[in-house]
């Protein structure tokens, strides 16, 4: 498909298809979709990315805040969402050992209990051990910015979503 | 409950039990949590105000966009949310006959053709005949004007969602 084919896509058919870039964040597709017509997907990535770059420090902990914690309760009862679900597969977040589960249990909370929202990062460019060394490194950071450090990852994963749905899905579903 | 109930709760209770007082956008209870402690209902019912004022005007069209059609496709397959399912029941949109279906969709369809979002009416406070009417009216309306027109009932329904979570349901979710 090409930027042509997105263009030409209704509200409704675009906040379905790309309503989940940003995790559970329509709005911020629905909102964009204003801007089209888009000369190229970098375009349309660079707009999304403006989009959250626009909103005030507590809009960007509210987009943080709509993620789920890595190996946490939405992953043992299957609530994730389907791009959620894969990521976190493909990190090997589903295959941790109790030991493992615990120890990042306790980190998220930390994390969490500090920053007052969950541990983001782009499950797909890290492995297991990766997301564990950046979580406890991260955790030393002032909430300002590692709130931006964790705005920078849910814009990679929007760039893997994205791409994902262009260059594979969307045939099918049209 | 009171709203030191409400101060009290995580940011993941917060989002579960209010994310959906504006449709489908927990990024916006998400992002006033952190504006925590509130004095009063009111007043956290002012920061979302606030929030959805300081959003461009593509992203208070975005909050639109993730609304329903009234008496359309996600109503006739099931996929509503719990609040617009009983919003849209209370209203009588569930019951129109053949002839008020269609009338109503070619007034959606036009709605949506002339402003890229659907029509945003608060249900609970109009009744079958008020939303034609309306609907027939608004359509009349200039764009910036009619999106702003739309975010004042965005905020009626979150009124009444809220005052219906706060007064009723978080006794028995906590």
Not at 10 to 25: L, M, R
Not at 50 to 62: A, H, K, V
Request: charged share 30%; glycine share 6%; with cysteine.
């Amino acid at each position: 498909m090409d930027i042509s084919d997105v263009n030409a896509l209704s509200y409704e058919e675009f906040v379905e298809i790309f309503g989940n870039v940003v995790e559970k964040c329509p709005i911020i597709s629905a909102a964009i979709w204003t801007q089209r017509p888009f000369s190229s997907l970098a375009e349309m990535e660079a707009q999304i990315s403006e989009f959250i770059d626009s909103l005030p420090q507590s809009g960007q902990e509210g987009i943080l805040r709509c993620h789920p914690d890595l190996a946490g309760r939405d992953l043992r009862s299957g609530t994730l969402t389907r791009d959620s679900q894969e990521e976190q597969s493909e990190a090997g977040m589903n295959t941790l050992d109790p030991l493992e589960v615990s120890r990042l249990g306790r980190l998220n909370s930390a994390y969490k209990e500090r920053f007052g929202f969950p541990f983001v990062i782009c499950a797909r460019m890290n492995n297991k051990a990766a997301i564990m060394r950046e979580l406890v490194e991260r955790l030393g950071n002032e909430r300002t910015a590692e709130s931006k450090r964790a705005i920078e990852e849910v814009k990679k994963i929007c760039h893997l979503r994205l791409g994902n749905i262009v260059l594979s899905e969307l045939p099918n579903k049209l």
